[in-house]
């Protein structure tokens, strides 16, 4: 089949890992995009869709049916790693719930709309550049070049890539200038998702967290101020957008402290890229200018400047 085969060669040329080219993967690739055998790859559009739907859209334009209890293979060989891909995204709601449904990213589409024009090795530059691959993800353990970090005057190590990079900066140059004597609260790593997680005084504080919920890529707690900052690392997607806050209001209803939002970049040029969909009252810092900060909320903040 033409439209597999098209397949295949999208998930190998972004580098996902070969059980991630496996036929099943293809066609779920393909169900996601709404994709037949008819069409042509610049028609692919995307929805919001379940498993089930999935299944069935396979099983009815491609005449490839998979059992019922098939869902969860689909959801950890494919989706999950889709996911963490940025091929697709979820809707933020309990895995287990009826609602919990999943679509191709906006980044993903604009690539897949490409395949086969003279615009796709731009686009599949593009792409590669501002997505690290799964395939570097999964790489040996042994071949990752791990960074050292201290995490509450203990040591930890990242594994490589810009994300961890940001998120290793963040605790050492954005943490001692913007929240001194802070502790982090929790911390993920592109391989090890909760490489940090105080849990005890997660619930302290009153957080009522659940396996469901995404928590933002860096939280701190400075005590003398009751402040909880909640920082998101951005080098290609997940920037602290308004609907993003809201999630995060929601997940801490139950928490009384003062609650700071920012969103953290490598360099400016990659801010410019998200400046317009960062939510008003949040913050925003900057790697390479670490003593600065944007403020997106107005006259909590102004007033005249020290003459230098």
């Not at 997680?197 to 469901?212: A, M, N, R, Y």
């Not at 990659?270 to 670490?290: D, G, H």
Request: glycine share 4%; aromatic share 10%.
């Amino acid at each position: 089949m033409a439209k597999l085969d098209d397949a295949k060669k999208i998930l190998t040329a972004i580098k996902m890992p070969v059980r991630q080219q496996s036929d099943m993967c293809c066609y779920v690739l393909l169900a996601m995009c709404n994709m037949t055998e008819k069409k042509s790859w610049s028609e692919a559009y995307s929805s919001w869709i379940r498993i089930h739907d999935i299944m069935q859209y396979i099983s009815n334009n491609y005449g490839i049916t998979y059992a019922e209890n098939s869902r969860e293979t689909i959801r950890k060989q494919a989706l999950h790693n889709f996911r963490n891909a940025a091929i697709v995204e979820d809707n933020n709601v309990e895995t287990n719930s009826p609602n919990y449904r999943y679509r191709i990213t906006n980044e993903m589409l604009k690539l897949i709309h490409e395949f086969g024009s003279t615009a796709w090795h731009n686009s599949l530059s593009y792409f590669l550049q501002n997505h690290e691959s799964l395939t570097e993800l999964y790489s040996s353990k042994k071949e990752v070049t791990k960074m050292p970090v201290h995490i509450n005057g203990n040591e930890y190590t990242f594994s490589s890539g810009k994300h961890n990079q940001l998120q290793k900066m963040i605790l050492e140059e954005f943490a001692p200038r913007f929240a001194p004597n802070s502790i982090c609260l929790y911390v993920g790593d592109t391989i090890e998702k909760d490489l940090h997680k105080d849990i005890s005084k997660l619930q302290q504080l009153g957080f009522t967290i659940t396996l469901h919920d995404k928590m933002p890529d860096v939280v701190l707690y400075r005590q003398d101020k009751d402040w909880i900052y909640f920082i998101e690392a951005v080098t290609s997607v997940g920037e602290m957008s308004a609907k993003r806050v809201i999630e995060i209001n929601q997940m801490t209803s139950k928490v009384k402290s003062g609650k700071i939002y920012v969103t953290a970049f490598l360099d400016m040029a990659t801010y410019r890229k998200f400046a317009t969909s960062i939510a008003w009252e949040t913050e925003v810092w900057l790697a390479e200018a670490p003593d600065h900060m944007i403020h997106l909320n107005g006259d909590k903040f102004s007033g005249p400047h020290t003459k230098r």
